[in-house]
Protein backbone atom coordinates (compact mmCIF):
# COMPACT_ATOMS: atom_id res chain seq x y z
CA UNK A 1 0.00 0.00 0.00
CA UNK A 2 1.56 3.37 -0.98
CA UNK A 3 1.52 6.56 1.46
CA UNK A 4 -1.56 7.96 -0.71
CA UNK A 5 -4.07 5.07 -0.38
CA UNK A 6 -3.74 5.26 3.90
CA UNK A 7 -5.50 8.13 4.20
CA UNK A 8 -8.89 6.91 5.80
CA UNK A 9 -9.89 7.28 10.08
CA UNK A 10 -9.69 4.65 11.81
CA UNK A 11 -6.80 2.74 9.77
CA UNK A 12 -4.01 2.74 11.81
CA UNK A 13 -0.91 3.88 10.21
CA UNK A 14 2.79 4.41 11.26
CA UNK A 15 2.88 8.24 11.07
CA UNK A 16 0.56 11.28 11.26
CA UNK A 17 1.74 14.29 10.70
CA UNK A 18 -0.31 17.03 11.80
CA UNK A 19 0.37 20.55 9.47
CA UNK A 20 0.30 21.03 5.84
CA UNK A 21 3.10 24.19 5.88
CA UNK A 22 6.64 24.26 5.38
CA UNK A 23 7.15 21.60 8.40
CA UNK A 24 4.78 18.99 7.13
CA UNK A 25 5.42 19.16 3.79
CA UNK A 26 9.29 18.57 4.15
CA UNK A 27 8.68 15.78 6.75
CA UNK A 28 6.24 14.26 4.09
CA UNK A 29 9.05 14.38 1.72
CA UNK A 30 11.60 12.55 3.97
CA UNK A 31 8.86 9.86 4.91
CA UNK A 32 7.71 8.91 1.15
CA UNK A 33 11.49 7.98 0.98
CA UNK A 34 11.14 4.99 3.89
CA UNK A 35 8.27 3.19 2.78
CA UNK A 36 5.92 4.12 6.09
CA UNK A 37 2.36 5.04 5.55
CA UNK A 38 1.38 7.99 6.90
CA UNK A 39 -1.28 11.03 6.19
CA UNK A 40 -0.88 14.93 6.82
CA UNK A 41 -3.69 16.28 8.41
CA UNK A 42 -4.42 20.18 7.50
CA UNK A 43 -7.06 22.77 8.58
CA UNK A 44 -6.73 24.93 5.93
CA UNK A 45 -8.59 24.93 2.88
CA UNK A 46 -5.66 24.94 0.33
CA UNK A 47 -1.85 24.25 0.44
CA UNK A 48 0.19 26.85 1.51
CA UNK A 49 0.18 26.58 5.64
CA UNK A 50 0.18 29.91 7.36
CA UNK A 51 1.45 31.94 4.21
CA UNK A 52 -2.31 31.58 2.98
CA UNK A 53 -2.68 34.28 5.80
CA UNK A 54 0.20 36.98 4.68
CA UNK A 55 -0.61 40.10 3.92
CA UNK A 56 -0.76 40.89 0.50
CA UNK A 57 2.85 42.75 0.02
CA UNK A 58 4.94 40.29 2.38
CA UNK A 59 8.33 40.00 1.12
CA UNK A 60 10.47 37.04 1.94
CA UNK A 61 14.45 38.20 2.94
CA UNK A 62 16.47 35.36 0.55
CA UNK A 63 16.24 34.93 -3.21
CA UNK A 64 14.18 31.61 -4.09
CA UNK A 65 16.95 29.46 -4.27
CA UNK A 66 17.31 30.08 -0.44
CA UNK A 67 13.61 29.96 0.27
CA UNK A 68 13.64 25.73 -1.06
CA UNK A 69 12.55 23.18 0.92
CA UNK A 70 13.67 19.33 0.21
CA UNK A 71 13.96 17.48 -3.29
CA UNK A 72 12.30 20.90 -5.34
CA UNK A 73 14.00 24.25 -5.50
CA UNK A 74 11.61 27.11 -5.47
CA UNK A 75 11.89 28.58 -9.52
CA UNK A 76 13.72 31.88 -9.57
CA UNK A 77 11.71 35.24 -9.62
CA UNK A 78 12.31 38.80 -10.96
CA UNK A 79 9.67 41.27 -9.75
CA UNK A 80 9.43 45.07 -11.27
CA UNK A 81 11.40 46.98 -8.80
CA UNK A 82 14.46 44.21 -9.80
CA UNK A 83 14.15 42.09 -6.65
CA UNK A 84 14.63 38.68 -6.75
CA UNK A 85 12.83 38.22 -2.97
CA UNK A 86 9.36 35.96 -3.33
CA UNK A 87 6.52 37.05 -2.23
CA UNK A 88 3.23 35.60 -0.49
CA UNK A 89 1.60 34.70 -3.54
CA UNK A 90 5.37 33.25 -4.94
CA UNK A 91 5.36 31.07 -2.04
CA UNK A 92 2.01 29.82 -2.20
CA UNK A 93 2.42 29.07 -5.80
CA UNK A 94 5.57 26.83 -4.66
CA UNK A 95 4.15 25.32 -1.98
CA UNK A 96 0.82 23.59 -3.91
CA UNK A 97 2.93 22.91 -6.71
CA UNK A 98 5.67 20.98 -3.97
CA UNK A 99 2.51 19.38 -2.67
CA UNK A 100 1.05 17.94 -5.97
CA UNK A 101 4.19 16.95 -7.35
CA UNK A 102 5.15 14.35 -4.90
CA UNK A 103 1.58 13.42 -4.76
CA UNK A 104 1.35 13.70 -1.04
CA UNK A 105 -1.34 12.42 1.60
CA UNK A 106 -3.15 15.27 2.51
CA UNK A 107 -6.40 15.37 3.81
CA UNK A 108 -8.14 18.91 4.16
CA UNK A 109 -9.95 20.73 6.23
CA UNK A 110 -8.92 18.28 9.14
CA UNK A 111 -9.20 20.48 12.13
CA UNK A 112 -7.23 18.25 14.86
CA UNK A 113 -8.84 18.95 18.46
CA UNK A 114 -6.81 16.09 19.99
CA UNK A 115 -3.87 13.96 19.98
CA UNK A 116 -4.60 10.79 23.02
CA UNK A 117 -2.29 7.98 24.29
CA UNK A 118 -3.37 4.48 23.74
CA UNK A 119 -2.12 0.88 23.97
CA UNK A 120 1.05 0.73 21.46
CA UNK A 121 0.72 4.54 19.60
CA UNK A 122 -1.43 7.35 19.62
CA UNK A 123 -4.89 8.30 18.49
CA UNK A 124 -5.67 11.62 16.32
CA UNK A 125 -9.03 13.08 16.76
CA UNK A 126 -10.90 15.55 14.93
CA UNK A 127 -14.50 15.73 15.65
CA UNK A 128 -15.99 11.82 15.34
CA UNK A 129 -12.95 10.88 13.19
CA UNK A 130 -9.74 9.28 14.24
CA UNK A 131 -6.57 8.35 13.01
CA UNK A 132 -4.47 5.56 15.21
CA UNK A 133 -0.80 5.77 14.69
CA UNK A 134 2.12 4.34 15.93
CA UNK A 135 4.02 7.73 15.81
CA UNK A 136 2.60 11.36 15.18
CA UNK A 137 4.55 14.14 14.18
CA UNK A 138 3.21 18.31 15.05
CA UNK A 139 4.06 20.50 12.69
CA UNK A 140 1.05 23.28 13.17
CA UNK A 141 3.61 26.20 13.29
CA UNK A 142 2.56 28.96 15.40
CA UNK A 143 0.02 31.14 13.29
CA UNK A 144 -2.95 30.19 15.16
CA UNK A 145 -1.64 31.31 18.77
CA UNK A 146 -0.60 35.48 17.78
CA UNK A 147 0.56 37.21 20.42
CA UNK A 148 -0.88 40.11 21.95
CA UNK A 149 1.59 41.94 25.15
CA UNK A 150 -0.87 43.16 28.04
CA UNK A 151 -0.84 46.73 28.23
CA UNK A 152 -3.23 48.43 30.65
CA UNK A 153 -6.38 50.33 29.49
CA UNK A 154 -6.70 47.85 26.30
CA UNK A 155 -9.99 46.49 27.10
CA UNK A 156 -11.35 50.02 26.94
CA UNK A 157 -9.51 51.62 23.90
CA UNK A 158 -12.62 51.57 21.24
CA UNK A 159 -9.86 51.62 18.23
CA UNK A 160 -9.34 49.15 16.01
CA UNK A 161 -6.13 46.44 16.93
CA UNK A 162 -5.33 43.81 14.54
CA UNK A 163 -2.46 41.40 14.71
CA UNK A 164 -0.08 40.96 11.67
CA UNK A 165 -1.59 37.17 11.59
CA UNK A 166 -4.85 38.84 9.90
CA UNK A 167 -3.29 42.46 8.69
CA UNK A 168 -3.64 42.02 4.76
CA UNK A 169 -3.52 45.41 3.14
CA UNK A 170 -2.80 49.12 3.90
CA UNK A 171 -5.70 50.14 2.50
CA UNK A 172 -8.22 50.21 5.37
CA UNK A 173 -6.15 52.08 7.10
CA UNK A 174 -5.67 54.83 4.73
CA UNK A 175 -5.64 58.77 6.18
CA UNK A 176 -6.10 56.94 9.89
CA UNK A 177 -3.18 57.73 12.75
CA UNK A 178 -2.02 54.00 13.27
CA UNK A 179 0.55 52.56 15.64
CA UNK A 180 2.80 49.61 13.99
CA UNK A 181 3.93 47.89 17.31
CA UNK A 182 7.07 45.71 16.89
CA UNK A 183 10.18 45.40 15.95
CA UNK A 184 11.04 42.76 13.74
CA UNK A 185 10.94 42.36 9.89
CA UNK A 186 7.03 42.37 9.73
CA UNK A 187 6.84 45.37 12.25
CA UNK A 188 9.18 46.97 9.80
CA UNK A 189 7.46 46.05 6.50
CA UNK A 190 3.78 46.99 7.53
CA UNK A 191 4.99 50.05 8.60
CA UNK A 192 6.74 50.76 5.40
CA UNK A 193 3.98 50.21 3.32
CA UNK A 194 1.43 51.96 6.12
CA UNK A 195 3.39 54.94 5.78
CA UNK A 196 2.70 55.86 2.08
CA UNK A 197 -1.18 56.08 2.97
CA UNK A 198 -1.58 56.39 7.04
CA UNK A 199 -0.14 58.63 9.71
CA UNK A 200 1.99 55.50 11.43
CA UNK A 201 3.90 55.58 14.14
CA UNK A 202 6.31 52.34 14.58
CA UNK A 203 6.47 51.45 18.06
CA UNK A 204 9.31 49.05 19.39
CA UNK A 205 10.86 47.91 22.69
CA UNK A 206 14.38 49.34 21.98
CA UNK A 207 15.90 50.63 18.81
CA UNK A 208 15.60 48.61 16.00
CA UNK A 209 18.01 46.16 14.56
CA UNK A 210 19.13 46.61 10.99
CA UNK A 211 21.21 45.06 8.87
CA UNK A 212 23.58 46.01 6.35
CA UNK A 213 22.18 46.39 2.81
CA UNK A 214 23.93 43.57 1.46
CA UNK A 215 22.90 41.21 4.43
CA UNK A 216 20.14 38.74 3.97
CA UNK A 217 18.56 35.44 4.75
CA UNK A 218 21.44 33.71 3.09
CA UNK A 219 24.08 35.31 5.39
CA UNK A 220 21.71 34.87 8.39
CA UNK A 221 20.83 31.28 7.37
CA UNK A 222 24.52 30.53 7.07
CA UNK A 223 25.00 32.05 10.55
CA UNK A 224 22.55 29.66 11.70
CA UNK A 225 24.57 26.87 10.55
CA UNK A 226 27.37 27.63 11.64
CA UNK A 227 26.21 28.14 15.30
CA UNK A 228 24.38 25.08 14.42
CA UNK A 229 27.90 23.03 13.46
CA UNK A 230 29.25 24.34 16.69
CA UNK A 231 26.43 23.02 18.97
CA UNK A 232 26.44 19.45 17.53
CA UNK A 233 30.49 19.62 18.34
CA UNK A 234 30.44 21.45 21.85
CA UNK A 235 32.29 24.48 20.66
CA UNK A 236 31.70 27.85 21.07
CA UNK A 237 32.02 30.71 18.33
CA UNK A 238 31.83 34.22 17.33
CA UNK A 239 29.96 35.56 14.56
CA UNK A 240 28.77 39.42 13.44
CA UNK A 241 25.57 40.68 15.67
CA UNK A 242 22.74 39.80 13.58
CA UNK A 243 20.27 37.15 13.53
CA UNK A 244 16.73 36.09 12.14
CA UNK A 245 14.82 38.82 14.12
CA UNK A 246 17.12 41.66 12.77
CA UNK A 247 15.83 43.50 9.96
CA UNK A 248 16.55 42.75 6.72
CA UNK A 249 16.52 46.07 4.05
CA UNK A 250 13.96 44.50 1.43
CA UNK A 251 13.41 47.20 -1.32
CA UNK A 252 9.82 48.28 0.30
CA UNK A 253 11.61 48.77 3.82
CA UNK A 254 14.81 50.55 1.93
CA UNK A 255 12.26 52.81 -0.01
CA UNK A 256 11.07 53.51 3.68
CA UNK A 257 14.43 54.80 4.42
CA UNK A 258 14.58 56.97 1.56
CA UNK A 259 11.49 58.71 2.19
CA UNK A 260 12.51 59.81 6.01
CA UNK A 261 9.71 57.24 8.12
CA UNK A 262 12.07 54.54 9.02
CA UNK A 263 12.43 55.54 12.82
CA UNK A 264 10.64 54.14 15.81
CA UNK A 265 9.73 55.45 19.29
CA UNK A 266 10.02 53.84 22.63
CA UNK A 267 6.34 51.93 23.52
CA UNK A 268 3.35 54.14 25.23
CA UNK A 269 2.26 53.55 28.96
CA UNK A 270 -0.93 52.63 28.52
CA UNK A 271 -4.14 52.41 26.57
CA UNK A 272 -7.60 55.15 26.92
CA UNK A 273 -10.55 55.15 25.04
CA UNK A 274 -9.43 57.03 22.11
CA UNK A 275 -5.68 56.30 21.99
CA UNK A 276 -2.52 56.29 24.00
CA UNK A 277 -0.59 57.87 27.26
CA UNK A 278 3.07 58.34 26.43
CA UNK A 279 5.30 57.65 29.06
CA UNK A 280 5.81 61.35 29.18
CA UNK A 281 2.38 62.12 30.52
CA UNK A 282 1.45 63.11 26.85
CA UNK A 283 -2.07 62.06 25.61
CA UNK A 284 -2.90 60.78 21.70
CA UNK A 285 -5.00 59.95 19.65
CA UNK A 286 -4.75 56.87 17.82
CA UNK A 287 -7.31 55.41 15.50
CA UNK A 288 -5.75 51.74 15.25
CA UNK A 289 -2.94 49.16 16.84
CA UNK A 290 -1.45 46.54 14.38
CA UNK A 291 0.61 43.91 16.58
CA UNK A 292 3.72 42.84 15.12
CA UNK A 293 4.47 41.24 18.22
CA UNK A 294 4.95 37.57 17.04
CA UNK A 295 3.40 34.26 17.87
CA UNK A 296 3.41 30.90 20.29
CA UNK A 297 3.43 28.00 19.29
CA UNK A 298 0.04 26.60 18.43
CA UNK A 299 0.05 22.83 20.60
CA UNK A 300 -3.94 23.32 21.87
CA UNK A 301 -4.04 19.61 19.98
CA UNK A 302 -1.48 18.12 22.21
CA UNK A 303 -2.84 19.32 25.87
CA UNK A 304 -4.69 16.19 26.03
CA UNK A 305 -0.97 14.32 26.25
CA UNK A 306 -0.25 16.19 29.11
CA UNK A 307 3.04 17.27 27.68
CA UNK A 308 2.52 21.26 26.94
CA UNK A 309 3.94 23.27 29.53
CA UNK A 310 3.39 26.74 30.99
CA UNK A 311 5.36 28.32 28.19
CA UNK A 312 3.74 26.28 25.56
CA UNK A 313 6.24 24.57 24.25
CA UNK A 314 7.07 20.68 25.03
CA UNK A 315 10.56 19.38 26.59
CA UNK A 316 12.35 17.51 23.69
CA UNK A 317 15.22 15.64 23.18
CA UNK A 318 15.87 16.81 19.56
CA UNK A 319 12.28 17.22 18.24
CA UNK A 320 10.92 14.14 20.18
CA UNK A 321 9.14 14.78 23.20
CA UNK A 322 10.73 13.39 26.10
CA UNK A 323 7.42 12.89 27.83
CA UNK A 324 5.73 10.70 24.63
CA UNK A 325 8.19 9.13 23.08
CA UNK A 326 5.84 8.45 20.34
CA UNK A 327 5.48 12.14 19.34
CA UNK A 328 8.21 14.55 17.39
CA UNK A 329 7.41 18.46 17.07
CA UNK A 330 9.05 19.89 13.52
CA UNK A 331 9.20 23.99 12.58
CA UNK A 332 8.14 25.98 15.77
CA UNK A 333 11.24 27.53 16.50
CA UNK A 334 14.80 27.34 17.32
CA UNK A 335 14.00 24.65 20.25
CA UNK A 336 12.82 22.38 17.75
CA UNK A 337 15.83 23.04 15.74
CA UNK A 338 18.13 25.58 14.23
CA UNK A 339 16.13 27.89 11.82
CA UNK A 340 13.49 25.62 11.75
CA UNK A 341 11.00 28.08 11.41
CA UNK A 342 12.29 28.82 7.77
CA UNK A 343 11.80 27.43 4.33
CA UNK A 344 15.35 26.74 3.73
CA UNK A 345 16.12 25.64 7.56
CA UNK A 346 13.77 23.05 8.28
CA UNK A 347 15.00 21.02 5.50
CA UNK A 348 18.13 19.60 7.92
CA UNK A 349 15.56 19.30 10.98
CA UNK A 350 13.00 17.09 8.81
CA UNK A 351 15.62 14.66 7.46
CA UNK A 352 16.66 13.89 11.20
CA UNK A 353 13.30 13.60 12.11
CA UNK A 354 12.28 11.46 9.86
CA UNK A 355 15.57 9.28 10.67
CA UNK A 356 14.44 8.82 13.63
CA UNK A 357 10.77 7.62 13.63
CA UNK A 358 12.14 5.17 10.96
CA UNK A 359 14.90 4.04 13.34
CA UNK A 360 12.26 3.75 16.53
CA UNK A 361 9.64 2.20 14.31
CA UNK A 362 11.64 -0.02 12.84
CA UNK A 363 10.89 -4.06 13.19
Known amino acids: ?36 RFVLLDAEDGPGGAWRHGWDSLRLFSPAVWS ?23 VLTYLADYERHYALPVQRPVWVDGVHAVANGLRVTAGARAWPARAVVSATGTWRHPFVPAYDGAQTYAGTQLHSAHYRSPQPFAGRR ?24 WVTPAPPAFLADEVDGRVLFARA ?43 FARFVEDGVVWPDGRRERID ?27 AVAGTRSLAQPRLWLVGYGEWTGAASATL ?17 LAP
Not at 234 to 260: F, S
Open 178 to 201: VLVVGGGNSGAQIHAELSQVADST
Open 68 to 90: SIAGRPMPPVRHADGSDYPTRDD
Open 288 to 314: AVIWCTGFRPALDHLRRLGVVDADDRV
Open 225 to 267: TERWKAQQEGRAIEQPVGGLGDIVMVPPVKAARARGVLHAVRP
Open 1 to 36: MTPAESTKPDERLDVVVIGGGQAALATAYFLRRTGL
Open 344 to 360: IGVTRTARSTVAEIAAA
